[in-house]
């Protein structure tokens, strides 16, 4: 690291996201925004990821114009080189993250510069025990939705007052115990561990750690703004009190960067290659013609429900472009022949990249909709770009946006459990054809409202604001 230029004063923040896409892309957007800030900011890194990050994208060169004021940090994440990494094995790469991490962040909060806050993913519960052993404030980054954080704030309450483990098979029954959302969800849009075994599932013990810990550090950090999830917010402040709402981060970014007239503008984070040939496809399609397809960086899929997907998308005879990473099979289901045979004839009424610039697609005239799997970063990209939403939820927070989607904010439809090519076919047709209006009144609405938060006066704005005022507190 060379930190030669550092210049006694200015609060210097180390951000520590977890080891994957969603997370990795939300805290460089924040990183940037800190620098814009005059903060000086550290960015810890797997060499994992950190290589895939240079070989994708141009955030070496980007990040450049922040001379003296970023740097790039390297751990290893502790799994050996030929572990596939995926969302199967995600208790497994947490664990070991923590091992290297742990003696890791001991070591920075005492080297120097002096590092004056440290802003770790909030499901790196660990970090907010050592920044509070070491006297280094820590504000975690809740990259889940704030709902999903809701829930789980609440998982102890479900416990106690034995909703949870639930009693009987009834997916369809309202859970009770969550404030605020009585009424609205049911057992079945939860996340997934509440339906397995919430006891020794890996996400659901960090959840429970993750919760404990927000009380104790300094503040929240979360991506939404107060018009989308103003009730939740509210819920989530009687345990943290400062909780920034500073989302919608990339709108953000973006927003700022225009200001500054820099002209970085939606810079790829991807730890993939972006395919830019699918924006060239989408230039050549009528305006709203086209639903994207994407189920995010982590999803694993069957060969039948990529096969129901296929035949649902074909027979709805709408245009699709369909991100159908390599990797999407189940572990012990990789069939790279089948996949290239699908993809070849999915060219008939679509186009298929392995991983696209999803910002980009999203904010492209063409696109009608999407159907996604809900991860936070998806929906709230899509909010931002008034595209409605098809989601197929699968684990951790993915269930409860879904719900929200559909009943909560009223932008598009949910599939949750289920996958066969008519659900497929129907729910695209009446997204994209005979409920479109409908659903495109809200989105368009709410992307207005997720612009003025960014904007001058606006709530994100103001929240923004206060965090750097606070951070820059931290060095006096
Ligand atoms: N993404 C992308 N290109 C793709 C698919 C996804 O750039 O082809 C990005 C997307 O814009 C989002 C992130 O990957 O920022 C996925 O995060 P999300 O929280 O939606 O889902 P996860 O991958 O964590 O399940």
Redesign the pocket.
């Given at each position: 690291m060379d930190h030669q230029q550092e210049e006694a004063g200015i609060p210097h923040v180390l951000t520590f996201p977890l080891p994957?896409?969603?997370?990795i892309?939300?805290m460089l957007q924040l990183a940037e925004l800190f620098c814009l800030a005059g903060l000086k900011v550290t960015f810890l890194n797997t060499i994992h990821n950190q290589e895939r990050l240079l070989r994708c994208t141009n955030v070496q060169s980007r990040f450049e114009q922040y001379h003296g004021f970023f740097w790039f940090v390297t751990i290893p994440d502790g799994l050996p080189e030929e572990h596939p990494r995926s969302?199967e094995q995600f208790g497994d790469i947490i664990t070991s993250v923590q091992t290297v991490a742990e003696p890791f962040l001991r070591e920075i909060l005492l080297s120097e510069p002096v590092v004056t806050c440290i802003i770790p993913d909030a499901l790196s519960y660990y970090a907010v025990d050592i920044g509070n052993e070491m006297g280094v404030p820590v504000i975690p980054f809740d990259?889940?939705s704030p709902s999903c954080l809701w829930v789980y704030l609440c998982l102890p309450k479900l416990i106690e007052a034995q909703e949870l483990p639930f009693k009987g098979d009834d997916l369809d029954a309202l859970v009770r115990h969550i404030p605020t959302m009585e009424g609205l969800l049911r057992r079945r849009d939860l996340p997934h561990f509440c339906l397995t075994d919430y006891k020794t599932d890996p996400s659901s013990l960090a959840a429970l750690k993750e919760i404990e810990r927000i009380p104790q550090a300094y503040g929240l950090m979360l991506n939404t703004f107060e018009d989308l999830d103003g009730h939740f917010l509210s819920c989530i402040r009687s345990y943290s009190a400062k909780t920034y709402a500073i989302g919608p981060v990339?709108l953000h970014l973006k927003t700022r960067l225009a200001e500054k007239q820099t002209p970085s503008l939606l810079s790829?984070?991807?730890l993939?290659e972006?395919?830019q040939s699918s924006i060239r496809w989408l230039d050549a399609q009528p305006v709203g013609s086209v639903i994207y397809v994407?189920?995010?960086?982590?999803?694993v899929a069957s060969r039948e429900e990529i096969l129901e997907f296929w035949h649902g998308l074909l027979n709805s005879e709408v245009k699709y472009l369909w991100?159908l990473?390599p990797n999407i099979l189940r572990e012990g289901e990789t069939d790279y022949k089948f996949m290239k045979e699908l993809a070849e004839g999915c060219q008939k009424n679509g186009y298929i990249?392995?991983?696209?610039?999803?910002?980009k697609?999203?904010a492209h005239p063409a696109i009608g909709g999407f159907l996604?799997?809900?991860?936070?970063?998806?929906?709230?990209?899509s909010i931002v770009e008034g595209k409605p939403m098809i989601c197929w939820p699968?684990n951790?927070d993915?269930r409860v946006n879904s719900r929200l989607v559909n009943k909560l904010w009223k932008i598009g439809l949910d599939m949750k459990g289920t996958c066969d090519r008519s659900t497929i076919e129907r729910m695209i047709k009446d997204l994209m054809g005979t409920k479109r209006d409908e659903f495109k009144k809200s989105t368009d609405n709410l992307s207005k409202l997720a612009k003025l938060s960014v904007g001058e006066g606006g709530s994100s704005t103001y929240d923004l604001e206060s965090l750097i005022k606070d951070i820059k507190g931290f060095t006096l």
């Open positions: 994957i896409q969603g997370p892309n939300s969302i990259t889940i990339h790829s984070n991807s993939w972006e395919d994407s189920f995010g960086s982590l999803i991100v990473r990249v392995s991983w696209a610039p999803q910002k697609i999203l996604t799997h809900s991860g936070w970063n998806s929906t709230i990209e699968h951790v993915q």
